[in-house]
């Protein structure tokens, strides 16, 4: 029988956690016609300062899709799929790039905004609700132990 250890514990409740913030993700994004995924895509394209190592000054000329698949750790063919789709509803444009012409950068539209601020308060609203039994200090604390650990697992990568 597998003994309980902490590291053990911290992993599946992080799993857990992760499932769970999808599924009321995708509660708040059914609305707006999109799914979570799609609305994280719209975030690193609109450069959002609250992703982890997002590089802002790129965001400035357009990021390209492979881009955005390392950072979500997606495959490409499904960020390919998935920039398919916000191309198709509107929310973001493909630019040809001037250096290499096959490639395109991605940027948001004005819809594509309009997306991200009617989903602004939803998003603050879950996330007070989330975070309501944690103090500001536990809340920063937290946010500086979960960028530790990320930050592990992108050195080894």
């Not at 998935?82 to 539209?109: A, Y």
Request: glycine share 4%; with cysteine; aromatic share 4%.
């Amino acid at each position: 029988m597998r003994k309980e250890t902490v590291e053990e514990s911290l992993v599946l409740t992080i799993i857990e956690l992760a499932a769970q913030m999808t599924k009321r993700g995708d509660l708040l994004t059914q609305e707006l016609g999109i799914t979570t995924q799609q609305w994280l895509i719209l975030l690193y394209i609109h450069g959002d300062p609250n992703i982890p190592f997002l590089n802002a000054q790129r965001m400035k000329e357009g990021v390209f899709a492979k881009d955005i698949a390392e950072a979500l750790d997606v495959s490409k063919p499904n960020i390919a799929n998935l920039v398919n789709i916000l191309s198709q509803k509107g929310l973001i444009t493909q630019i040809e790039d001037p250096i290499d012409r096959r490639r395109k950068r991605l940027k948001i539209t004005d819809k594509g905004v309009e997306v991200i601020d009617r989903m602004e308060y939803k998003r603050q609203e879950a996330n007070q609700t989330m975070f309501a039994a944690l103090d500001q200090n536990e809340r920063l604390e937290m946010l500086q132990l979960l960028h530790a650990c990320l930050r592990k697992l992108k050195r080894t990568d």
